[in-house]
Nanobody, 126 residues
Protein backbone atom coordinates (compact mmCIF):
# COMPACT_ATOMS: atom_id res chain seq x y z
CA UNK A 1 0.00 0.00 0.00
CA UNK A 2 1.24 3.45 -0.92
CA UNK A 3 -0.24 6.80 -0.02
CA UNK A 4 1.16 9.87 -1.74
CA UNK A 5 0.21 13.20 -0.19
CA UNK A 6 0.61 16.51 -1.93
CA UNK A 7 -0.64 20.08 -1.90
CA UNK A 8 1.07 21.54 1.13
CA UNK A 9 2.87 24.84 1.12
CA UNK A 10 3.29 28.26 2.64
CA UNK A 11 0.19 30.40 2.94
CA UNK A 12 -0.79 33.53 4.82
CA UNK A 13 -3.30 33.42 7.63
CA UNK A 14 -6.80 33.41 6.20
CA UNK A 15 -5.69 31.62 3.07
CA UNK A 16 -6.65 28.23 1.66
CA UNK A 17 -5.02 25.00 0.58
CA UNK A 18 -6.24 21.69 -0.77
CA UNK A 19 -4.33 18.58 0.12
CA UNK A 20 -4.57 15.43 -1.97
CA UNK A 21 -3.65 11.86 -1.18
CA UNK A 22 -3.44 9.28 -3.93
CA UNK A 23 -3.71 5.66 -2.80
CA UNK A 24 -2.52 2.49 -4.48
CA UNK A 25 -2.18 -1.13 -3.50
CA UNK A 26 -5.55 -1.42 -1.81
CA UNK A 27 -9.19 -1.56 -2.84
CA UNK A 28 -9.68 2.09 -2.02
CA UNK A 29 -13.47 2.15 -1.93
CA UNK A 30 -13.47 -0.39 0.92
CA UNK A 31 -11.33 1.70 3.25
CA UNK A 32 -12.16 4.63 5.44
CA UNK A 33 -9.49 7.31 5.23
CA UNK A 34 -8.17 9.95 7.58
CA UNK A 35 -6.04 13.04 7.80
CA UNK A 36 -3.81 13.72 10.78
CA UNK A 37 -1.27 16.41 11.52
CA UNK A 38 1.80 16.77 13.65
CA UNK A 39 3.36 20.03 14.75
CA UNK A 40 6.94 20.21 16.06
CA UNK A 41 7.19 18.85 19.59
CA UNK A 42 3.59 17.65 19.60
CA UNK A 43 1.85 14.34 19.13
CA UNK A 44 0.14 13.43 15.90
CA UNK A 45 -3.49 14.51 16.11
CA UNK A 46 -6.69 13.68 14.28
CA UNK A 47 -7.98 16.20 11.76
CA UNK A 48 -10.71 14.51 9.73
CA UNK A 49 -11.93 11.14 8.49
CA UNK A 50 -14.30 9.88 5.84
CA UNK A 51 -16.21 6.63 5.85
CA UNK A 52 -15.80 3.94 3.22
CA UNK A 53 -19.52 3.16 3.13
CA UNK A 54 -21.69 6.23 3.04
CA UNK A 55 -19.21 9.06 2.84
CA UNK A 56 -19.94 10.20 6.38
CA UNK A 57 -17.29 12.60 7.59
CA UNK A 58 -15.84 13.32 11.00
CA UNK A 59 -13.90 16.47 11.80
CA UNK A 60 -11.90 17.56 14.81
CA UNK A 61 -13.33 20.50 16.73
CA UNK A 62 -10.31 22.61 15.80
CA UNK A 63 -11.09 22.12 12.12
CA UNK A 64 -14.87 22.23 12.03
CA UNK A 65 -16.26 24.84 9.72
CA UNK A 66 -12.87 25.33 8.05
CA UNK A 67 -11.66 21.91 6.82
CA UNK A 68 -13.59 19.53 4.58
CA UNK A 69 -12.58 15.98 3.80
CA UNK A 70 -13.81 14.29 0.65
CA UNK A 71 -12.97 11.34 -1.54
CA UNK A 72 -13.11 10.30 -5.17
CA UNK A 73 -13.22 6.52 -5.39
CA UNK A 74 -12.78 6.60 -9.15
CA UNK A 75 -9.42 8.32 -8.65
CA UNK A 76 -8.41 6.50 -5.45
CA UNK A 77 -7.87 9.88 -3.88
CA UNK A 78 -8.85 11.59 -0.65
CA UNK A 79 -8.78 15.36 -0.26
CA UNK A 80 -8.62 17.87 2.56
CA UNK A 81 -9.88 21.32 1.65
CA UNK A 82 -8.68 23.87 4.18
CA UNK A 83 -9.92 27.45 4.37
CA UNK A 84 -9.43 30.30 6.80
CA UNK A 85 -6.09 28.87 7.80
CA UNK A 86 -4.51 29.94 11.06
CA UNK A 87 -0.88 29.91 12.21
CA UNK A 88 -1.77 27.13 14.65
CA UNK A 89 -2.65 24.92 11.66
CA UNK A 90 1.06 24.78 10.81
CA UNK A 91 2.11 21.13 10.83
CA UNK A 92 3.03 18.18 8.69
CA UNK A 93 -0.21 16.68 7.41
CA UNK A 94 -0.51 12.93 6.91
CA UNK A 95 -3.13 10.92 5.12
CA UNK A 96 -3.86 7.46 6.39
CA UNK A 97 -5.83 4.35 5.50
CA UNK A 98 -7.53 2.13 8.04
CA UNK A 99 -5.91 -1.11 9.15
CA UNK A 100 -8.95 -3.08 8.01
CA UNK A 101 -11.55 -2.52 5.31
CA UNK A 102 -15.19 -1.85 6.13
CA UNK A 103 -14.35 -0.19 9.45
CA UNK A 104 -15.15 3.22 10.92
CA UNK A 105 -14.74 2.69 14.64
CA UNK A 106 -12.27 4.83 16.58
CA UNK A 107 -11.72 6.96 13.48
CA UNK A 108 -9.90 9.56 15.63
CA UNK A 109 -7.31 7.09 16.90
CA UNK A 110 -3.87 6.92 15.26
CA UNK A 111 -3.70 3.21 16.05
CA UNK A 112 -6.74 2.53 13.86
CA UNK A 113 -4.69 3.29 10.76
CA UNK A 114 -2.00 0.99 9.38
CA UNK A 115 -1.01 2.82 6.23
CA UNK A 116 0.45 6.32 6.17
CA UNK A 117 1.58 8.76 3.55
CA UNK A 118 4.89 10.56 3.73
CA UNK A 119 3.38 13.81 4.95
CA UNK A 120 3.11 17.23 3.40
CA UNK A 121 4.17 20.42 5.17
CA UNK A 122 1.62 23.17 5.71
CA UNK A 123 2.96 26.47 7.02
CA UNK A 124 0.64 29.35 7.83
CA UNK A 125 2.27 32.71 8.40
CA UNK A 126 0.69 35.42 10.52
Amino acid sequence: VQLQASGGGLVQAGGSLRLSCAASGLTFRRYSMGWFRQAPGKEREFVAAISWSDGNTYTADSAKGRFTISRDNAKNTVYLQMITLKPEDTAVYYCAARSSPYSDSYYYNVDSYAYWGQGTQVTVSS
